[in-house]
Nanobody, 129 residues
Framework: QVQLQESGPGLVKASQTLSLTCTVSGGSITTDPYYWSWIRQPPGEGLEWIGAIAYSGSTYYSPSLQSRTSISRDTSKNHFTLRLTSVAPEDTAVYYC?????????????????????WGQGTQVTVSS
């Protein structure tokens, strides 16, 4: 059974770079047909899809965060990593990694969170000013 687990710092200073890693167990980020995604939820807000790296290695980013976001992977460790630069207090949120299933469909930009099949537990990240 595929499981996902986030790891990284819980507190980051403003203007610094946030780095989070998702470890995938019980499956393969290159052969299980998922888009390996990062999603966040600020306090009192809805879920916001950040971006993804597909099993093929292709990357996808939310237009609102693309300029500050990069997602990469280490296939030998079955990890994928989020890097968010120039963070500010408004980046404070619970951050989740997730497996999104598009099947044979082309990804639809407004529906990423509706197609999540597997979730990590989430990790709280607070940005201090």
């Amino acid at each position: 059974q595929v499981q996902l687990q986030e790891s990284g710092p819980g507190l980051v200073k403003a203007s610094q770079t946030l780095s989070l890693t998702c470890t995938v167990s019980g499956g393969s980020i290159t052969t299980d047909p998922y888009y390996w995604s990062w999603i966040r939820q600020p306090p009192g807000e809805g879920l916001e899809w950040i971006g993804a790296i597909a099993y093929s290695g292709s990357t996808y980013y939310s237009p609102s965060l693309q300029s500050r976001t990069s997602i990469s992977r280490d296939t030998s460790k079955n990890h994928f990593t989020l890097r968010l630069t120039s963070v500010a207090p408004e980046d404070t949120a619970v951050y989740y990694c997730a497996a999104v299933d598009w099947g044979d469909e082309r990804p639809a930009w407004s529906m990423w969170t509706q197609r999540v099949r597997l979730w990590g537990q989430g990790t709280q990240v607070t940005v201090s000013s």
